[in-house]
């Protein structure tokens, strides 16, 4: 009853009381942007992109605590399978759809570009091979280095299945059509590739750039060593665009992963720092 008699006294407590309530609301309408995007993202597919997506799935998960990204591996055509079949949100691929997939409603997001050496155990003597040689040898037609000017050793080779991106880059851009020889030993993914050949005498194979380290031995192709300038420059053709598809349109957290792999921040950070090339960088 003292606040009707006291006019100022009302003013001032409904004044409070409106800037309380009003604080509030502004309050509800600005919670962190971190707590707004949940939810769980899968991929599959390429194991030459993973270089690349895990430090993206550990970046992406800080600013967005409430979504979990998982991403496996098992080959380009797996991942390409499994999203269209609406196994996973993203089919990650080196390579483009098959005619098979095309009709499925997949959408393409090309993220970067990476580029594939051909590797060799390091007592091969070995250190350049022209793209004929490279036919020759993944064809079954040469067996011993000592036919490509190195000392007399049987050829193992050593790469990947049908199921990989790798693969078909490698059967595209060098080998032109031609059948890879049956006589060589699969390994399932990049690393086990270089594994394997890093412990077999004689033993040649490919991998994603990023994989080759001091425990194997890079070769150059056509007289080109691979550098990032070489494939800008058009003189190392040995890469491939690499894809994230979905089916349809991505949303939420789906998309939202896609953008920040896509982004400028995430481009000029991680890209080049794990061994793959921006898009942005490469000749139209």
């Not at 502004?26 to 971190?34: A, D």
């Not at 080959?75 to 990650?92: R, Y």
């Not at 991505?250 to 939202?256: D, F, I, Q």
Request: net charge positive; charged share 20%; hydrophobic share 40%.
């Amino acid at each position: 009853m003292n606040l009707f008699r006291k006019p100022k006294m009302l003013a001032a407590a409904l004044a409070l009381m409106l800037g309380v309530s009003l604080a509030a609301g502004c309050g509800q309408k600005s919670e962190p942007k971190t707590g707004e995007l949940q939810g769980t993202v899968t991929a599959s597919g390429s194991t030459a992109l993973l270089p690349l997506l895990k430090p993206a799935q550990e970046e992406f998960q800080k600013k967005h605590p409430k979504v979990t990204v998982n991403i496996a591996g098992g080959g380009s055509f797996t991942g390409m399978n499994q999203v269209a079949a609406g196994s996973v949100n993203i089919g990650n691929s080196d390579v483009e759809l098959p005619p098979e997939l095309k009709d499925k409603g997949l959408v393409d997001h090309k993220v970067a570009v990476a580029p594939f050496v051909f590797i060799v155990n390091p007592d091969v003597t070995v250190d350049n091979l022209t793209q004929q040689q490279y036919i020759d040898i993944f064809t079954g037609k040469i067996t011993n280095w000592k036919e490509v000017g190195g000392k007399d050793q049987k050829i193992t080779i050593i790469h990947r299945a049908k199921s990989s991106g790798s693969r078909a880059t490698i059967a595209q851009v060098v080998l032109k059509g031609a059948a890879f020889t049956d006589n060589a030993v699969i390994q399932d993914s990049n690393g086990a590739v270089r594994a394997a050949i890093a412990s077999t005498p004689g033993a040649i194979g490919y991998v994603d750039a990023p994989y080759a380290d001091n425990t194997v031995k890079v070769l150059a192709y056509n007289g080109v060593k691979y550098t990032p300038e070489n494939v800008i420059n058009g003189t190392y053709p040995v890469f491939a665009y690499e894809h994230m598809y979905t089916k349809g349109e991505p949303t939420g957290a789906v998309k939202a992963f896609i953008d920040y792999v896509m982004s400028k921040e995430f481009q000029e950070t991680y890209v080049e720092k794990n061994g793959f090339l921006p898009i942005t960088k490469m000749k139209k």
